[in-house]
């Protein structure tokens, strides 16, 4: 003899449970999905991006040319300014800046230019955010040890309006949840002079991590 069918109050309780079960079960999904997300979030660092956004170049020029044995240092005139951008390229984790930023030009190698890009400040740069440094150099007579080699390659650079540049910047950054980590980058430019009235076309340059 089969048993009589549930009550209907019966069945109500039984599809509320199951319902109940259900919701807990994707709650429980939901939050392990959360859960595992953020872990990777936070467990792997995309690094900083460091580019050259803008640089104008006014005046480079020896002013003091080497004696012939190319022994003592010759001495450039320089005019010069740069934006530098630090994106972070992380969709959760922040980043701090939280050393001195400091730029150095070079030619041929030869550093003949240094400032700071940003103090001992700690900037706060989002996720998915970037903070861009401003920095103007000048100088009517900075030494460097070009050697004959380099004249050389100066005064070519120099009939063409064209200079190939290095520019260095280092610093320190900690990202979120990790600790403080060096930052050390090398960015090639090709810059030709600008004037009052026509400044020089430049495009975006991506700096490489050193090391």
């Not at 910047?169 to 002079?193: D, F, I």
Request: proline share 7%; with cysteine.
């Amino acid at each position: 003899m089969l048993p009589p069918p549930p009550l209907p109050s019966d069945r109500a309780t039984a599809m509320a449970r199951n319902e109940d079960t259900d919701l807990s079960c994707c709650g429980i999904i939901v939050t392990l999905t959360l859960a595992v997300v953020l872990v990777l979030a936070y467990a792997f660092v995309v690094p900083v991006r460091v580019t050259v956004d803008e640089a104008t170049l006014g005046r480079l020029a020896l002013t003091t040319p080497p004696p012939r044995n190319g022994t003592a240092p010759a001495s450039f005139a320089y005019d010069l300014s740069l934006a530098v951008a630090l994106r972070n390229r992380n969709w959760a984790m922040a980043v701090w800046r939280t050393a001195p930023l400091v730029a150095e030009l070079r030619f041929r190698g030869r550093p003949f230019a240094r400032a700071g890009l940003a103090g001992a400040g700690r900037d706060r740069i989002g996720a998915k955010r970037k903070e861009v440094y401003r920095v103007a150099l000048a100088a009517e007579s900075a030494p460097v040890a070009l050697g004959r080699a380099g004249v050389a390659e100066f005064a070519r650079a120099s009939a063409a309006g064209v200079f190939e540049l290095e520019l260095a910047v280092a610093g320190e950054v900690r990202y979120e949840a990790h600790n403080r980590r060096s930052l050390r980058v090398t960015c090639p430019l090709k810059l030709s002079l600008s004037t009052a009235t026509a400044v020089a076309p430049f495009s975006r340059v991506k700096c490489t991590h050193a090391g």
